[in-house]
């Protein structure tokens, strides 16, 4: 399904004010997708068909990227957490699976820490975490993403290009499974829409925030507040092997499964991987 399909199927809800993009299908019980940071939900787009045949699948655009909104406002993580919650009320959902990507792991770790709390209104039932920043310490950042954090960073955004853009995605992939020529031109096409780089500035505040989050994140993953599982391409150099050790070494238990020669995108990169590793997770749920 290429991108004009992904969003010709989807909805639109208002949510606390903002325009929410999402895709919804299949039965089962409710799986949530939240994708990462500079891309959409469209990034699942690979592993829907067997996604949505086994589960009542939502995936929505976190606010700032994809078609969701793009406000002149800061965007924490707690405000995509809080989207997230008013939607699934909305929808009539009270709980639900999670499978997160990237700035989505983070997302993820707010709603465990609510869960945790005893704050979320939606009883969350598992959570399988993609590659992402799970650790504060273990995150290696490009220079393309300290120099958005940094006090030139406005300036950095608006001299951005597609190909600087593609340069940059493609280190972030492994070289056997390198993003599609197609890949890169719809993420780019929906980074801008409604003039969505001027976002980058405001999401890319995600990493001092797990800085400051840091226990509060980490702690319900300690406590296996629900099951977990962490699929990780090791090959990735922002969170590759060196923060699956770290899991391993912070999260009792822990439940890994690592992709070799796969990168920063494994859903992307090695889709049938992901889906059996998710799957597998899934039905030891179940017995």
Not at 196 to 221: A, C, D, T
Not at 230 to 241: A, F, R
């Amino acid at each position: 399904m290429n991108a004009t399909e992904w969003y010709e199927q989807g909805k639109v809800a208002a949510i606390n004010g903002l325009e929410v993009f999402f895709n919804r299908s299949g039965e089962g019980e409710t799986l949530l997708c939240i994708h990462g940071l500079p891309t959409s939900s469209w990034d699942f787009e690979r592993i829907w068909p067997a996604l949505t045949s086994r589960f009542d699948t939502i995936a929505l655009d976190l606010i700032g990227l994809g078609k969701s909104a793009k406000p002149n406002q800061p965007l924490p993580i707690s405000l995509q957490a809080d989207v997230i919650e008013t939607l699934l009320i909305k929808l009539e959902i009270k709980k639900a699976h999670i499978l997160a990507h990237d700035l989505g792991d983070t997302v993820a770790q707010e709603l465990l820490a609510r869960k945790m709390e005893k704050s979320s209104p939606i009883t969350w039932l598992s959570c399988i975490f993609l590659n992402g920043g799970i650790f504060p310490e273990t995150h290696r950042p490009l220079l393309i993403q300290k120099l958005i954090i940094s006090p030139i960073g406005g300036f950095i955004v608006k001299l951005m290009s597609s190909k600087s853009f593609e340069k940059n995605m493609k280190r972030v992939f492994s070289d056997k499974h390198p993003p599609s020529d197609e890949f890169l031109k719809e993420s780019w096409n929906l980074l801008n829409d409604n003039n969505g780089l001027r976002m980058l500035n405001r999401l890319i505040h995600y990493m001092p925030e797990r800085v400051k989050f840091r226990e509060r994140w980490v702690s319900p993953l300690i406590a296996n507040v629900v099951p977990l599982r962490l699929i990780n391409g090791v090959d990735d150099p922002i969170s590759g092997k060196h923060a699956a050790d770290r899991y391993v070494e912070v999260v009792p238990n822990s439940d890994i499964v690592l992709l070799e020669q796969c990168g920063h995108y494994p859903h992307v990169e090695t889709p049938d991987e992901v889906v059996k590793a998710l799957i597998e997770f899934h039905n030891n749920l179940r017995n």
